[in-house]
């Protein structure tokens, strides 16, 4: 109770720190620790190449430990590092952590589980679908989104549709081409091959992508990107080529991140609400998770939504 544990009924906890206040007592977070032998630290460990992605995440999970004496360590690690899995053993090790959220990619990393699981050190996945017993999940359905931004294109009227995925090694990536796909498909139209390039999440990898896509002719006339930093990648480029947006180029990105309200037009983007992801990671690392989707067991859902903006409308005829 001292801990501040979430464990602990509230009516307890006020009882408690009433006393403590009587009495001055001060815990000591040295002996706290090892008497629990275990810190009161939770890990976030991310890979993630997108900047406002890994702040929002931070914020959800802080969301969460207001008010408890737990502090947050993130540790970046770079997944395709050939000391990655060494190097996260001795983090583990090292901090005694009192339990882990695992963000993509490196939630899809089965070897990383099975180390946490040999260390005892509990962990909560977020990922794109569920990859685990459904106490460790918080689910976003990347799928559903990327078929509603397939839907709203094709809607619009437009037929060629580029699409500029994430990398290979993020299952969201995957999921992300099979929702726009699938969608795309339902409405008698694909993606041609020569409009379908793999990105990496990135500003930089939008720019280089979108230089090739726009250099082709016919060009698309609407274009999905796999986040919205590659989406304003998109947009530089356009800007280059005295290409309007959205009357000669439509432009979708996905996560609704600050970006997409900054940039001008106004982007329309798949809203995935990373702070309330890491909220969720955070009750259900700590068990205190009471509002359940029927039928999904303990599985934490959030389903993304599409935000229309100011970057997409009908193409133009001429085109």
């Known amino acids: 109770m001292i801990n501040d544990s979430p464990f602990v009924k509230e009516e307890t906890r006020l009882k408690v720190n009433a006393i403590i206040r009587e009495v001055g007592f001060e815990p000591d977070p040295q002996a706290r620790g090892l008497a629990f032998r275990r810190s009161f630290l939770i890990g976030m460990i991310y890979d993630n190449p997108t900047p406002q992605y890994v702040v929002s995440m931070q914020q959800g ?11 947050l360590l993130v540790h970046p690690c770079e997944r395709g590092s050939q000391t990655y899995l060494s190097d996260l053993r001795s983090f583990i090790e090292r901090q005694k952590l009192f339990g882990v959220i695992l963000t993509p990619s490196v939630s899809e990393d ?22 685990d017993k459904p106490g460790t999940m918080v689910v976003t ?22 699409h500029i995925s994430g990398p290979p ?5 995957h999921e992300r081409r099979r929702g726009f796909r699938e969608a795309l498909a339902e409405r008698g139209l694909k993606v041609d091959p020569a409009m379908d390039r793999e990105g990496n999440y990135t500003f930089e990898g939008g720019i280089a992508i979108a230089r ?5 002719n016919p060009r698309p006339t609407a274009v999905f990107c796999g986040n919205d ?12 080529l005295s290409i309007s947006i959205p009357k000669d180029l439509s432009v979708i990105g996905f996560d609704d ?32 998770q009471e509002k359940k989707r029927p039928g999904a067991g303990d599985v934490a859902e959030i389903f993304p939504k599409l935000i229309p903006r100011e970057s997409t409308a009908a193409p133009d005829p001429r085109a």
């Open 141 to 162: 359905h990347d799928a559903n989104g990327a078929a509603e931004a397939a839907h709203h294109l094709a809607g619009l009227g437009h037929t060629r549709i580029a």
């Open 257 to 288: 991140s600050t970006t997409a309200i900054q940039l001008w037009p106004p982007l329309t983007s798949v809203r995935l609400p990373v702070r309330d992801m890491g909220r969720l990671a955070i009750d259900k690392l700590f068990g205190k």
């Open 229 to 240: 930093e590659m989406a304003a990648g998109v947009y530089k480029v356009a800007h280059e």
């Open 61 to 71: 999970l802080l969301d969460g430990m207001r008010g408890t004496s737990y502090g």
């Open 169 to 173: 090694s993020f299952r969201s990536a």
């Open 110 to 131: 089965e070897r990383l589980v099975k180390m946490l699981r040999e260390f005892d050190c509990p962990y909560v996945r977020v990922a794109s679908v569920v990859l």
């Open 212 to 216: 090739e896509l726009l250099a082709l």
